[in-house]
């Protein structure tokens, strides 16, 4: 397993993370650990893409229907000589 260190954290953060730690009976590097999984694997699970988004909240509705409007030829292109 890979290990990282992180430099520079506040000390009110660490304490935050030491107090909670303690309220789970493990240490503060198990409960970064658990923090970071958590937090990664809910990440993962909520980043639908956005066309899928668009569709669920549509789908309440019926979905919506736009006429195409229609196309008309392009015009010619002048080559310079």
Do not use: F, Y
């Amino acid at each position: 397993m890979a290990s990282i260190t992180i430099r520079n954290i506040d000390d009110h953060l660490k304490a935050r993370l030491r107090i909670r730690a303690a309220a789970h009976g493990r240490s503060m590097e198990d409960e970064a650990r658990d923090i970071l999984r958590a937090a990664l694997s809910t990440a993962e699970k909520r980043q639908p893409n956005l066309a899928e988004a668009i569709r669920r909240r549509m789908a309440a509705t019926g979905g919506v229907i736009l006429e195409i409007a229609p196309r008309e030829p392009s015009r010619p292109v002048e080559l310079d000589p």
